[in-house]
């Protein structure tokens, strides 16, 4: 069990707005084309060429088109390297795209992106797609160890929920802002809806298998795959799967919270469970759906 004494930690949930750059790929420079030698006379070879000391340098050719029957850059539309050639992936010209990727590869004529911590690549299973590492994604993980409440003595619940969360990652060297998937009813503040501004923006595990693909499609009744994954990149290692939520499927607060999360005693929460993909995920609903608040049990926690 984690040491639960308040960190520094700052007073309120923020959000930070992420952006993506888009890297361009440079033209083709055009060639200069050499004359034939010369003795001082007229260049034979190259009518448009001059002859310098005897040397005749030639013209500049278009665009740098050959006439060996090779393609716009050199590119031959013929040669096996386009089976592996980032620029020329499949065909002359079709660069593979930078966007989001860590590492760009060109397998078979085909791109495949290794993408970057903060990117998944939704048509990845698109053999033609060539769009890189296109939605930018929020990591989430459930702690290792169960957490009892209250959560940290002398600050809030969602801020201590928020502070355990960052605990958690940072014992596994996991870097960034983490916050809790955790509700309260009737919450002055933002809702976890506005906490996670973009929209847009997708969920992935660190494993980097995707749980949802924006924020509609985490809340819309079940998920991709199931948050089992912890901080340290590895499935839940004994059979404790409760989750601490207080949220329902479509991201809003349940009605049960263990009192604002500061009862742990004599109290039952709707909770979560962290083998599930249906709307379990977040607010169980079998016959043991309501959880002893005096029993630990895990956050969920995402990145901000």
Known sequence: MLNQTAPSYPTARRWLWLSVLTLGCPGAEPSLMTGGAGSGGTDTTNSGGMNVGGMSVGGMSTGGMSTGGTGTGGCDPSSPALKTDKDNCGECGRACSAAGV????????????????????????????NDGCEILVRRVFVTSEPIGIPFVQGLSALEGADSVCQEFANSAGVGGTWMAWLSIPDNMGPSLEELFLPPEVGYVRLDKEVVAYNWPDLVDGDILNPIEITEFNSPIANTNHVVWTGTNPSGQPTDESCGDWSIFDGATTAFGNATKTDGAWTQATDAAAFHPCGAPARLYCIVH
């Open 102 to 129: 860590m590492k760009r590869h060109c397998i078979d004529g085909l791109c495949v992106p290794e993408c970057d911590a903060t990117h998944i690549d939704r048509d990845r299973d698109d053999a033609l797609a």
